[in-house]
């Protein structure tokens, strides 16, 4: 291949196959087959949860590792890989017994792969017996009529001998020393083809903790095994501590330096500040890399070999923000629905005021962040911050310094968005109580205002209230007194009186305000809504947790559009 013709690959699936887009991770590879590998080909049961943050490269590092186990011939393994994503797409559709049988079934009686089958003629040379239970087993899950009453879920007896007749064929293989691994990739997804009963947790559970068997699993996921358990079926792990969690946090030290050492390899050999620029944009993902290294590439062929030095990474980065910025999207897409995006907010872009437990627990387990302290190698120096992109004020590492920045942008358009919202809320709600005293008290509605106000305020409060409206009024009277304004004590007091004012005669305010909110709801809003306007209105919103900002926001939203009707 011509240096000017090669790219990097970007998005798909990138094994040793793809040739020099391909970059080896000899770490994980090594951890993985030791841990893994090995010990299913010795016969040993194993359970691993593969997880880390998206476009890290998870599926492609277990492809690999499959490849080259398939490559070495160990026929008394069968590797089964498998995406929850292709369940959704296939015509089988989805739910349990369509995966173990779709899946799983089929895959284990497929002799097509002669590097990756089981042999069942040396089984039957060995033991007739056994074989024969096996055969029978794979005409029973054959025969259309059982499948059909599988897949409809028509009759409980059909589905309780069809699980017996599952576990006994692992424990029939296992006899014969036949192992099986399966791996089940893109596992966030259990949710949409197991539905949210638990059936197939608590029937892995029994096939992992029952009779000896041939059967070893592995699942590929963002989120910890235990998290998806949790979310699938709304009650805790029945899997916590069975799958120890093997985290991928993307490309170590040493194969940022076969990347670049790629890029140098076609003319574009980098200063040490472009490559701490590339890794500040794209962190240590596989997919960000790529994406850059073919802006690289394309620039030194658009511009030559004497135009690297002035090259501006940038500017490249400007060049493909969109491509950037879509991905970014998506994970803020699926942080907002896992109702995580605002204790994202809180720990990337601050304050981290009242970020609880909980959900800093919850962006660990679903795999937006990792501890420093976590990152798993097999060797010390693979992600020491050789490029000077670790912010020494986190103690947690997302997928990209780009990506911290992409929140900060979201977080400044929320702050910017929502002055407007929160005026007019404020205002809506000010002209509500002067209507409603006004119809209610007639002449004397200001003086009954003032009464209601002074009689929950302390006495430095009363007298901050009597100098501010006293300025108000002077200010008024040298305006001319608009139109409009009026000299009563509403036009001082701030949002929290306000609220108090309507909370005081709740009965009367209720029906103007929007139904779905109480007495209680109605002070929770008005207290946040206090919380976020000075600082909103002086530019300072960044010191206010997003939390608040956001629910300011809807809190505006609602009072908007029930006192507009």
Request: glycine letters at 6%.
């Amino acid at each position: 291949m011509h240096e000017d013709d090669f790219r990097f690959d970007v998005g798909g699936i990138v094994t040793k196959e793809n040739g020099e887009s391909y970059i080896d991770q000899h770490g994980y590879l090594t951890e993985l087959t030791d841990e893994i590998l090995k010990q299913v080909s010795k016969g040993k049961k194993v359970m691993r949860s593969i997880m880390g943050p998206n476009r890290i490269g998870k599926t492609s590092l277990a492809r690999e590792l499959i490849r080259r186990f398939d490559n070495e011939g160990h026929h008394n393994t069968l590797v089964i890989r498998t995406s929850l994503q292709d369940v959704i797409d296939s015509d089988n559709g989805n739910g349990f017994w369509p995966f173990w049988l779709g899946e799983v079934v089929e895959s284990i009686f497929d002799n097509k792969n002669e590097n990756n089958r089981i042999d069942f003629e040396q089984i039957k040379s060995e033991n007739e017996k056994i074989y024969s239970k096996i055969i029978s087993i794979r005409d029973f899950f054959a025969d259309e009529k059982t499948k059909d009453e599988l897949y409809e879920k028509k009759k409980i007896a059909t589905r309780s001998k069809a699980w017996k007749q599952l576990q006994t064929l692992f424990e029939k293989l296992l006899q014969c020393k036949q192992n099986i691994l399966l791996v089940i990739d893109e596992f966030d997804m259990a949710q949409e083809v197991f539905g949210g009963g638990g059936e197939f947790f608590n029937k892995l559970r029994g096939l992992l903790d029952g009779e000896p068997n041939a059967l070893s699993v592995v699942t590929i996921s963002r989120r910890s095994l235990p998290c998806i358990e949790e979310d699938t079926t709304k009650h805790g792990s029945t899997l916590a501590g069975k799958f120890p969690t093997f985290k991928v946090f993307g490309y170590g030290n040493s194969e940022l330096d076969l990347y670049f050492d790629i890029l140098a390899n076609h003319g574009c050999k980098l200063s040490d500040e472009q490559k701490e620029n590339v890794i500040y944009y794209c962190g240590r993902s596989p997919y960000y890399l790529a994406i850059m290294g073919n802006a690289i590439l394309t620039w030194k062929k658009k511009y030559g070999d004497s135009s690297l030095k002035d090259m501006n990474i940038d500017q490249l980065f400007q060049e493909k923000q969109t491509e950037y910025y879509e991905s970014f999207r998506r994970v803020v897409d699926v942080l907002q629905e896992e109702q995580l995006y605002w204790p994202m907010l809180q720990l990337f872009v601050g304050p981290q005021i009242d970020l609880d437990e909980v959900s800093e627990k919850k962006l660990l387990g679903y795999g937006y962040c990792i501890r420093k302290n976590n990152l798993k190698s097999d060797s010390n120096d693979e992600y020491k911050d050789k490029y000077n992109t670790y912010e020494d004020e986190y103690d947690y590492l997302t997928i990209s310094n780009s990506f911290i920045d992409y929140l900060k942008i979201q977080k400044k358009k929320d702050v910017e968005n929502i002055f407007s919202e929160l005026t007019q809320a404020e205002q809506l709600l000010r002209n509500c109580v002067r209507n409603h005293m006004e119809a209610k008290n007639s002449e004397t509605w200001k003086d009954e205002l003032h009464d209601i106000v002074m009689k929950d305020a302390n006495e430095d409060r009363r007298k901050r209230l009597e100098r501010d409206l006293k300025r108000y009024n002077s200010m008024r009277e040298d305006a001319g007194n608009p139109d409009g304004t009026d000299d009563s004590i509403l036009n001082v007091i701030n949002l929290s009186e306000l609220g108090q004012v309507i909370t005081s005669e709740w009965d009367d305010y209720k029906k103007y305000l929007p139904s779905n909110i109480n007495r209680d709801e109605f002070t929770k809003g008005m207290t946040i809504l206090n919380k976020v306007r000075n600082p909103v209105a002086h530019c300072n919103g960044s010191i206010v947790p997003h939390d608040d900002i956001l629910k300011a926001k809807e809190f505006s939203k609602q009072i908007c559009e029930a006192l507009q009707d």
